[in-house]
């Protein structure tokens, strides 16, 4: 193994000691005296298996295993809308081996791409803990002994991991659905939203271009959250190997959801090959997400959810751990919106099997982890492929059939992983450095301070951002109005870019993972609403901001700095149920450990 992720390992390992020691206690504790089918009532399982059909017997008899499927299908969502009919599918696969499903349960499910820039996107965060209570409340009924998780997007494969933690004693399957297929590349998209900010094509254009890359069933093919989430579950080991990024509707996708089903059955408590999901998360797999984040230039919002689904299990990571792995950890691929090619060319140039060969044998992720597979993690360097009917694995490829999407780890496109911890009298927070020039990595200039990214956009279009300067949207933080995402921005300050100014963002909200080309110092935290740093900066204030230096500062003189007063948040907004979470943003924690109130209240 590299020295470096080892030590950072270690680290985790020991600072979370306490914490992980206390996890399994639990889980060894719901293992052993905890909620079970075979504890129930004649009338709790009456009501549970009254319309179950021909499992009836079979639930009955509880000798065979049943499945829990906690399912966050619909069909707005591009990347949930295959999901259609896993479930008549999957009950047909239990049966196979003498198994029963049974869906334990729904989560809700956002779609980033329809909320993007609207006032909806202030649930977007909440819902990753929406996500995990009702994930919860499926698998409360006690009537399973494993659970295949549906979901993909954003928010969502992290809040079922989260919720699911709480069921460690459990194996547990995530089960994707594959992205669509390739539609108008994304480097054109991105042009045609640049033309569309510069007023020289109207909404018709573009919504033409919009509809011609969002075009059908499947997972959108940028690398954003979305699909920086199976990256991560293929390499924690949580998917049936080669799973991530096969296109939904082809019988190869429909083989690995069979081959998911009847994997699920062989590895609970009563059989011989026992791999409970609280044994699976470990501090090594934790490890091993990050790595692969680096490695592939995945979406900043992971440096929110992998510390949060590490708290669910009992282990403590923040951006230093990111930052010092990032420091031997390569980029080795490249992917829009850090490249022009998207996820479909990234699986034909050799996927996942190919990136986590190359860490492997650079020592960068640990192979011996608890997989949800047979073996450890070496099986995720394989590629599924059928053989007539059969599903098969074979060799990945040892060498990338396009090296301008992915390269080897010791010919890599950079040294390092591409996301930066900055620190200074601002605070604490990342940047993404993968999609930006080296020599933007550090701008100082003047602060131009909004309190909402629709004001950034009324100055854009009035001609006010003429200058150098950094953009300071602040009062966007948990506590203030639920971390909105802020890609809306990106557009427009990428045409001041290309006017040749150097324009810098600094705010307390969020940045997906379609960032882009602007340097951004994203997830300031402690965040303006609670008092932060940011509430005492005023316009003119010169900002430097430096990925090369890790600096993320407003030079002004420490006397004046400490007399000066915070200024006030705005009113909160009203709508769209925005209301409703008001206890969640009153008790949401910091970015780095999460900016989760669930997590904080419940003492994880």
């Known amino acids: 193994m590299n020295p470096v992720v080892e030590a950072v390992t270690a680290r985790i390992a020991n600072r979370s000691k306490r914490r992980r020691d206390a996890y399994l206690a639990f889980i060894d504790r719901q293992r052993d005296a905890g909620p079970r089918r075979s504890a129930l009532s004649c009338s709790n399982l009456a009501h549970a298996f ?219 408590s009563e059989g011989q090959d026992y791999r409970p999901l609280a044994h699976c998360i470990d501090e090594k797999a934790i490890v091993n997400a990050a790595v692969g984040l680096l490695a592939t230039g995945g979406s900043t919002n992971h440096t929110i959810h992998l510390p949060a689904i590490a708290r669910a299990a009992g282990l403590e990571i923040d951006w230093s751990d990111f930052e010092e792995l990032g420091t031997v950890v390569p980029l080795v691929a490249r992917i829009y919106p850090n490249g022009g090619a998207d996820v479909n060319d990234f699986q034909a140039a050799g996927g996942m099997a190919f990136v986590i060969r190359e860490l492997l044998e650079a020592g960068l992720l640990h192979q011996d982890v608890l997989t949800v597979w047979k073996g450890d993690l070496g099986a995720y360097a394989m590629q599924p492929a059928l053989d007539g009917d059969e599903l098969v694995w074979r060799s990945g490829e040892t060498i990338s059939r396009d090296e301008s999407i992915l390269r080897t780890a010791q010919a890599p496109f950079s040294l390092d992983g591409g996301i930066r911890l900055l620190t200074g009298n601002l605070g604490r927070c990342v940047m993404k450095t993968s999609a930006v020039a080296p020599e933007r990595w550090t701008i100082e200039a003047p602060a131009r301070i909004f309190p909402d990214q629709d004001d950034v956009l009324r100055a854009f279009e009035a001609g006010e951002i003429d200058r150098n300067m950094v953009i300071v949207v602040r009062f966007q933080g948990p506590r203030a109005n639920g971390m909105p995402e802020l890609h809306k921005l990106m557009p427009a300050l990428g045409v001041l870019q290309d006017r040749g100014l150097s324009i810098g963002l600094v705010t307390d909200g969020r940045m997906s993972g379609a960032s882009g080309k602007v340097p951004a110092a994203i997830h300031v935290w402690p965040e303006a609403h609670a008092g932060g740093p940011l509430a005492r900066l005023r316009d003119g204030d010169v900002v430097r901001l430096s990925a090369d230096n890790g600096v993320v500062e407003a030079l002004v003189s420490e006397k004046e700095w400490n007399q000066r007063e915070c200024a006030l948040p705005p009113p909160e907004e009203q709508g769209l149920g925005r209301e409703l979470f008001a206890m969640m943003r009153q008790h949401a924690d910091e970015a780095e450990k999460g900016a989760s109130a669930m997590l904080a209240l419940a003492g994880l």
């Open 50 to 268: 009254a319309a179950s059909g021909e499992d009836k017997q079979t639930i009955a008899g509880a000798h065979a295993i049943n499945i829990g499927v906690v399912t966050a299908y619909n069909d707005m969502l591009s990347a949930h809308a295959p999901y259609y009919r896993y479930p008549e599918q999957i009950k047909i696969f239990a049966r196979e081996v003498g198994a029963t499903a049974q869906i334990a349960g729904g989560a809700p499910a956002m779609c980033d791409g329809v909320t993007q820039g609207q006032d909806g996107m202030e649930l977007s965060l909440f819902s990753r803990d929406t996500i995990a209570l009702a994930t919860a409340v499926g698998l409360s009924h006690a009537m399973f002994e494993g659970a295949l998780l549906l979901g993909i997007c954003d928010k969502i494969v992290p809040g079922l991991l989260i919720g699911m933690l709480r069921f460690g004693h459990l194996p547990a399957i995530l089960v994707p659905a594959g992205p669509m297929p390739s539609g108008l590349p994304n480097r054109e998209k991105a042009r045609i939203r640049q033309l569309f900010a510069e007023g020289k094509i109207g909404h018709d254009e573009l919504l033409e271009a919009e509809s011609a890359s969002y075009h059908a069933p499947g997972t959108c093919t940028f690398y954003g959250t979305a699909n920086s989430n199976q990256m991560m579950m293929e390499v924690m080991g949580l998917h049936v190997p080669g799973a991530a990024f096969v296109n939904p509707g082809t019988k190869l996708r429909q083989q690995l959801t069979r081959a998911a089903v009847h994997r699920i059955t062989e590895i609970g």
